[in-house]
């Protein structure tokens, strides 16, 4: 989850993999069941396929589900059976191999992809591209994107309809690198609302809050200082 690989080959075979929110740039992945059943179904979420390939080996349906992802220039193989799929974006001037996998839920986007360069990386959307809000889900807090954002501004997912594609974490502002931190007591959103569902849940300290203390003392300067009574 929340993963960038540039370059190189990833085979998994005979597992069960959840792989979310993760930038495969140039990066030819390879999916294979050995086994009839599968234990389960390998999930892939929200993923970014620049270049490179997702090939899928496995002689069952719905073994694998493909969902939100956007493929860009890069190649796609179901050798066995069909994927569980759709709301995935394909750029239109992809590689002559690139074929669109047709969707068993929903529809995908097949249109002109531009990237925009931001905070943390190259791959944002554009605010009028047809992946803002063309995802699967319709509350992006529920599969922990709350904290998240696909756009240069840096306006977070929160709990509108899911962005199509690989997300960065929000940052301070459009040209900062550093992580949003609304209560400004040093730890970033991220880390507060560990689950991104963007709720205080057990475990968590309130992001929002002007100042989290361990003990309680409240808002205030760093060091307080008394003066002994006489």
């Given at each position: 989850?929340?993963?960038?690989?540039h370059?190189?080959?990833?085979?998994?075979?005979?597992?069960?993999?959840?792989?979310?929110?993760?930038?495969?740039?140039?990066?030819?992945?390879?999916?294979?069941?050995?086994?009839?059943?599968?234990?389960?179904?390998?999930?892939?979420?929200?993923?970014?396929?620049?270049?490179?390939?997702?090939?899928?080996?496995?002689?069952?349906?719905?073994?694998?589900?493909?969902?939100?992802?956007?493929?860009?220039?890069?190649?796609?193989?179901e050798l066995?059976?069909?994927?569980?799929?759709?709301y995935?974006?394909?750029?239109?001037?992809?590689?002559?191999?690139?074929?669109?996998?047709?969707?068993t839920?929903?529809s995908?986007?097949?249109?002109?992809?531009?990237?925009?360069?931001?905070?943390?990386?190259?791959?944002?959307?554009?605010?009028?591209?047809?992946?803002v809000?063309?995802?699967?889900?319709t509350?992006?807090?529920?599969?922990?994107?709350?904290?998240?954002?696909?756009?240069t501004?840096?306006?977070?997912?929160?709990?509108?309809?899911?962005?199509?594609?690989?997300?960065?974490?929000?940052?301070?502002?459009?040209?900062?690198?550093?992580?949003?931190?609304?209560?400004?007591?040093?730890?970033?959103?991220?880390?507060?609302?560990a689950?991104?569902?963007?709720?205080?849940d057990?475990?968590?300290?309130?992001?929002?809050?002007?100042?989290?203390?361990?003990?309680?003392?409240?808002?205030?300067?760093?060091?307080?200082?008394?003066?002994?009574?006489?």
């Amino acid at each position: 989850r929340n993963s960038q690989v540039h370059g190189g080959f990833l085979f998994v075979s005979g597992l069960d993999l959840n792989a979310t929110n993760n930038l495969m740039e140039r990066v030819a992945t390879q999916l294979r069941y050995d086994v009839s059943p599968p234990c389960a179904q390998s999930n892939v979420r929200n993923g970014l396929h620049w270049g490179g390939s997702l090939t899928t080996m496995g002689d069952w349906d719905n073994a694998f589900s493909v969902r939100d992802t956007i493929f860009y220039q890069a190649e796609t193989w179901e050798l066995g059976g069909n994927w569980d799929n759709g709301y995935n974006g394909y750029h239109t001037n992809g590689c002559g191999t690139c074929g669109v996998v047709t969707p068993t839920v929903g529809s995908n986007q097949v249109t002109t992809i531009t990237f925009l360069a931001g905070a943390l990386g190259n791959y944002y959307l554009a605010t009028n591209s047809v992946l803002v809000n063309g995802g699967s889900v319709t509350d992006a807090s529920t599969v922990g994107f709350y904290q998240f954002t696909t756009d240069t501004n840096q306006v977070r997912e929160t709990t509108t309809r899911l962005d199509i594609g690989f997300h960065s974490v929000a940052t301070a502002s459009a040209t900062s690198a550093v992580p949003l931190d609304s209560d400004g007591d040093g730890n970033p959103n991220y880390v507060e609302d560990a689950n991104g569902n963007g709720t205080v849940d057990t475990g968590e300290t309130d992001f929002n809050t002007v100042y989290n203390s361990t003990y309680g003392i409240g808002a205030g300067p760093g060091l307080v200082t008394f003066t002994p009574l006489k």
